[in-house]
């Protein structure tokens, strides 16, 4: 039986951001202000592309790989 103690690591919580600012779609479920001809519903979305891109390189940056 392995009794390894995994601490807890707060980085780990920026991987929520993206799912918690996605969460509720009454806040962002409305046409303006549109961007380049696209609603603030679908730009919304797709800006947190790159957000969640970042988030998860800090996140992997900030962790240990002990291989």
Do not use: C, K
Request: no cysteine; proline share 9%; aromatic share 18%.
């Amino acid at each position: 039986m392995n009794t390894n103690h995994v601490r807890p690591r707060p980085i780990l919580l920026l991987l929520l951001v993206p799912f918690l600012g996605l969460l509720d779609v009454s806040l962002y479920n409305v046409a303006e202000p549109t961007l380049f001809g696209f609603p603030f519903f679908y730009w919304y979305q797709l800006l947190w592309v790159p957000i969640t891109v970042l988030l998860i390189w800090v996140v992997y940056q900030g962790t240990s790989h002990d291989d």
